[in-house]
């Protein structure tokens, strides 16, 4: 369930594709590399509708289906993929390969947040949910 004033990643995609607004790859990449985060300990299968950004722009997993770390770290590339689809054409190659599932899921999780931590360097995780909360 959701929180007062929480918007899911599936809400802000259809959003962005219904009103053909962008949403930056920066910023769909951090909410991304935060739910890798958010289920690194205890990994689960997550999708745009198990992912959940507060009106501060927290980022926060409800659910997800229990899975090994391979199969965790192969549904985050394909949320991640989700996320780029909305950024438009301007997107890194250093994001766009860790869309590939199968190389997601060769890395696990660790290794899938350290390419994706990597991929957003700098990151400043105050000023991206800053900017989140505006979106």
């Not at 009103?19 to 951090?30: C, H, S, T």
């Not at 991304?32 to 997993?61: H, M, N, Q």
């Not at 590339?77 to 250093?94: I, K, Y």
């Amino acid at each position: 369930m959701n929180e007062p004033g929480e918007i899911s990643l599936a809400r802000v995609i259809d959003v962005c594709r219904e009103r053909d607004v962008r949403l930056a790859y920066e910023i769909g990449a951090f909410v991304v590399f935060e739910a890798c985060e958010a289920v690194l300990t205890k990994p689960r299968a997550v999708r745009a509708a198990d992912v959940w950004v507060s009106p501060e722009g927290a980022t926060r997993v409800a659910q997800g289906t229990t899975a090994d770390d391979a199969a965790a770290a192969g549904s985050l590339a394909e949320l991640l993929a989700a996320a780029l689809v909305v950024a438009g054409q301007e997107v890194p190659g250093m994001l766009m390969h860790l869309v590939d599932v199968q190389h997601a899921r060769k890395l696990g999780l660790a290794g899938y947040r350290d390419e994706l931590e990597a991929a957003l360097v700098p990151l400043n995780r105050a000023a991206a949910r800053r900017v989140l909360a505006r979106q």
